[in-house]
């Protein structure tokens, strides 16, 4: 079992920043990919970004390269997600998740633990 915590989330102007923290526990926790979802109010549960297990191999989606980054530090358990250029469109429930493999996970039937999820606003 892995037990995921998000935090960081919060209310931002447009153009800003946030960053998003994912504390794990349990397993280790350099044998699971990583990845960050979310949901806006009326749509599904899309996918963000992942990292694989040992952090040296990233994925976007494109509606979010080269505004945000993933990133990972195993001897802390934690994995991050840099959001920068904020637009309205990235309000959202955040969610970080845990893979069942330490590859690169894209599709969300590839993740078997998920967070409580962290709400982000961007306001215009």
């Known amino acids: 079992q892995v037990q995921l915590v998000e935090s960081g989330g919060g209310l931002v102007q447009a153009g800003g920043s946030l960053r998003l923290s994912c504390a794990a526990s349990?397993?280790?926790?350099?044998?699971?990919?990583m990845g960050w979802f979310r949901q806006a109010p009326g749509k599904k549960r899309e996918f963000v970004a992942a990292?694989?297990?040992?952090?040296?191999?990233?994925f976007y989606v494109d509606s979010v390269k080269g505004r945000f980054t993933i990133s990972r530090d195993n001897a802390k358990n934690t994995v991050y997600l840099q959001m920068n250029s904020l637009k309205p469109e990235d309000t959202a429930v955040y969610y970080c998740?845990?893979?069942?493999?330490?590859?690169?996970?894209?599709?969300?039937?590839?993740?078997?633990?998920w967070g409580q999820g962290t709400q982000v606003t961007v306001s215009s």
């Open positions: 998740a845990a893979s069942g493999g330490d590859g690169l996970a894209l599709t969300l039937a590839a993740y078997n633990y």
């Open positions: 990292i694989n297990g040992r952090g040296f191999r990233q």
């Open positions: 349990g397993r280790t926790f350099s044998n699971y990919g």
